[in-house]
């Protein structure tokens, strides 16, 4: 009558979600998704950012002003403010892997057509479009927390978000390196920069299609066939919608996701030329120094997942909105610093500990994140998402487009601008695991329970729609803290096969 | 003319001593001895790595005899005009010369010689990495010491006369369009083409 339950590799809990990370396992189907997921988002950032390194090369090439450039810059990172909201619904209706595959070979025709635009206008389209595919990004963090428990859903977001994010680093060594290889073969510069953006466009294709062909988008299968099986009930847009934009919690992580994130993708755009001008340095040293602080992503970012994962254990869902705050905090100050110091070793020393805050902030705002709605979830992380694309366009705006500022002057300014907008953290509360300064309501129906059944009709519930939401609900009381080992394995699991 | 030429004399003394003394060699410093001319005329276009361009430079013979004696190289540039500087920050002018970014483009480097009167010549292609922008030329005269001590343009000191425009090559080729509008075209049709499989693969499992 019932199929016997399927034996997965990693030990999982009642939802089949694991509850261990195993960095160098590739078994299907948590920890595949894993790796198909971060190096499908590494060629996306990989593909957005190919063109900052060649700048020098494309702005002699189309004739572009410094306006054209830094406007390009801003249209790249804009394109993905409303995809990232569009993502998650998508990822909501549809599932992570079709979703994210589609997305990345909609957005691969931009980049191959990079190779033949021939003006600023031309430029700063393809730039645009190719921008789209960082809502890779939400599908990520969706495709993570429906593969991942409560206790290890902060690692495994962390480390997926901040591998994909060292694409926005190596493409500064990438791109320059396959552009000298086309040139020294004897090809003249204004054709081998065009030559080269087929790396990071071939690259992109061939990660939708491993995405397509070995991806799954729950551990106990695809949406389509779940959703035939009738084990995934077919949920309505405009409710996953609205339970998603209803929800407070969300915009603030937006918000606050601006000032982490958006800080990032701004520096990413400014940082070498802000080291080639002040220090006078060469273009190949500012791009190795401008590579290093997305390269910190290596660690920075999944060390901030780690980080709210080892907070939850003892302190729950307060431990990682506090840990939040003050590390993000933290970034601010060292931004702060870094407008002001003088030399170039005190600078790069200040960049570094920047970037790994900045970048630590943002893996702890994806621990926060997968609580906030069941239901909604993707909707939640494409707000957050989205949000962080905003900061970055808002950053560039007002502190780096024209002379308004000294570069220095807009770097401190943006410290300042990091420290207000993180303090709306103080304002998130959850029923049933309190905030920053109040404790948990003591009303019987402070429940998790209550929090994520308030997200369902009672007609909804009826019908059984509601029920992974329950079981989401019992695994995520391991977010009261106090070493409270809440996660419901299932019953008849003898032993599960490790790998 | 004597006066003008102590005058010279000492400014050349003054910037030799700029020299020496901060290592940092100023435009301004430099006194203007060369005379320089190059083919295009105002307003003319050429095509990088097609069309020639023909330069000449020579010592301004009006000026006192031992003024060349310290100069062993001379080397002719292609540099932007105002125009093409504007809003573009990498190729700005400033005083420094190690730092100005007037003049990118070498056409050509010369050996000086003092005892040969005669006005130099050089004919070349416009090279195909030069971007479209306005230019004028510039000669540089160094001494051993591969430090500039004078220099000669073919526009005058504002930089508003005798300009000329280069058009650059556009870098794309039809192999290149062709490409990227197959593999474009590629990536779409593989979309579609793993929907329709998902689809009559889910169809195939219903039927079971």
Redesign the interface.
């Known amino acids: 009558m019932e199929s016997p339950p399927p034996k997965f590799a990693l030990p999982v809990d009642s939802e089949h979600k694991a509850t261990e990370f195993r960095l160098f396992s590739v078994a299907a189907p948590h920890m595949r998704a894993f790796h198909l997921s971060w190096v499908s988002f590494f060629a996306c950032f990989v593909s957005s950012f190919a063109a900052a390194p060649l700048v020098?090369i494309i702005?002699?090439?189309l004739?572009l002003?410094?306006?054209d450039i830094g406007n390009a810059g801003i249209a790249s990172v804009s394109g993905a403010v409303f995809a990232r909201v569009a993502m998650g619904s998508a990822c909501d209706l549809f599932g992570p892997r079709?979703a994210s595959?589609?997305l990345i070979?909609?957005t691969?025709?931009a980049v191959?057509?990079s190779?033949?635009s021939?003006s600023p206008t031309s430029f700063l389209l393809v730039r645009f479009f190719t921008g789209f595919s960082l809502a890779t990004f939400v599908s990520t963090q969706f495709w993570m927390s429906s593969m991942f428990s409560a206790p290890v859903v902060g690692t495994a977001n962390g480390v997926a978000g901040g591998w994909g994010n060292l694409g926005g680093g190596a493409t500064q060594l990438i791109m320059p390196l396959v552009f000298g290889v086309i040139r020294d073969i004897g090809v003249?510069?204004?054709?081998a920069?065009?030559?080269a953006f087929?790396i990071p466009?071939?690259f992109q294709?061939l990660s939708?299609?491993a995405v397509?062909i070995f991806g799954q988008d729950m551990p106990d299968g695809n949406f389509?066939?779940l959703k035939?099986s009738g084990e995934k009930a077919k949920d309505k847009f405009s409710w996953v919608f609205y339970y998603g934009f209803t929800n407070y919690r969300g915009w603030i992580l937006a918000l606050t996701y601006g000032y982490c994130f958006g800080v990032e993708l701004a520096v990413d755009n400014i940082i070498a030329e802000y080291f080639y001008?002040r220090f006078?340095l060469n273009l190949s040293t500012a791009g190795i120094i401008a590579a290093s602080f997305g390269l910190a992503n290596l660690f920075s970012r999944p060390g901030g997942g780690i980080l709210s994962d080892i907070v939850a254990k003892r302190f729950g869902m307060r431990g990682r909105l506090w840990t939040l705050w003050a590390v993000q905090t933290l970034g601010g100050v060292f931004c702060i610093i870094l407008g002001q110091v003088g030399s170039l070793s005190g600078s790069i020393i200040v960049m570094i500990a920047f970037s790994v805050f900045v970048q630590a902030a943002c893996g702890l705002t994806f621990g926060v994140v997968p609580f906030v709605s069941r239901r909604s979830l993707g909707v939640v992380s494409g707000m957050t998402g989205g949000g962080g694309n905003v900061g970055a366009v808002v950053t560039q705006l007002i502190f780096f487009r024209g002379s308004k500022y000294s570069k220095q002057t807009g770097i401190t300014l943006m410290g300042i601008m990091i420290i207000c907008c993180t303090l709306p953290l103080f304002l998130i509360y959850f029923p049933q695991w309190g905030g920053m300064f109040c404790g948990p309501s003591k009303k019987a129906n402070a429940t998790e329970e209550e929090y994520y059944l308030s997200e369902w009709k009672s007609n909804e519930k009826e019908k059984g729609f509601h029920l992974a939401s329950l079981k989401f609900s019992e695994n995520s009381v391991s977010e009261r803290g106090g070493k409270v080992d809440s996660v419901t394995r299932p019953s008849d699991e003898t032993s599960p096969a490790h790998v | 003319m004597a006066a003008r030429g102590i005058l010279l004399a000492s400014l050349l003394l003054f910037s030799c001593l700029a020299v020496t003394c901060y290592g940092i060699v100023l435009f301004s410093s430099l006194p203007s001895t060369l005379v320089v001319t190059a083919s295009p005329k105002q307003g003319q276009v050429l095509k990088a790595g097609e069309d020639k361009i023909t330069v000449t430079w020579g010592l301004n013979q009006s000026l006192p005899a031992g003024v060349d004696s310290t100069y062993k190289t001379i080397k002719l540039n292609l540099c932007y005009a105002p125009i093409s500087q504007?809003?573009?920050?990498?190729r700005n002018t400033v005083e420094n010369l190690a730092?100005d970014k007037t003049c990118q483009f070498l056409i050509v480097s010369r050996p000086y010689d003092g005892s040969n009167k005669a006005v130099q010549s050089f004919e070349g292609t416009v090279e195909?990495?030069v971007?479209?922008?306005t230019y004028f030329v510039r000669a540089y005269a160094y001494n051993s010491d591969n430090v500039e001590v004078a220099y000669g343009q073919t526009t005058d000191s504002h930089k508003t006369t005798d300009l000329f425009q280069v058009q650059?090559?556009?870098?794309?080729?039809v192999s290149?369009?062709i490409?990227?509008a197959c593999?474009?075209?590629?990536?779409?049709v593989?979309?579609i083409g793993?929907f329709v499989v998902?689809k009559r693969r889910?169809k195939q499992?219903?039927q079971k």
């Not at chain 1, 003249?188 to 054709?191: A, H, I, N, Q, S």
């Not at chain 2, 650059?168 to 080729?173: L, M």
């Open positions: 020098p702005r002699d090439n004739n002003t410094s306006t079709l595959a589609s070979l909609l691969a025709p191959f057509c190779s033949i021939s003249v510069k204004f054709t920069w065009r030559i087929f466009a071939l294709t939708a299609f397509l389509h066939g035939k001008d006078n | 504007v809003d573009r920050r990498w730092k195909r990495d971007p479209t922008a650059a090559i556009s870098g794309r080729h290149l369009d490409a990227s593999f474009s075209a590629f990536s779409i593989s979309l793993f998902e889910g499992s219903q």
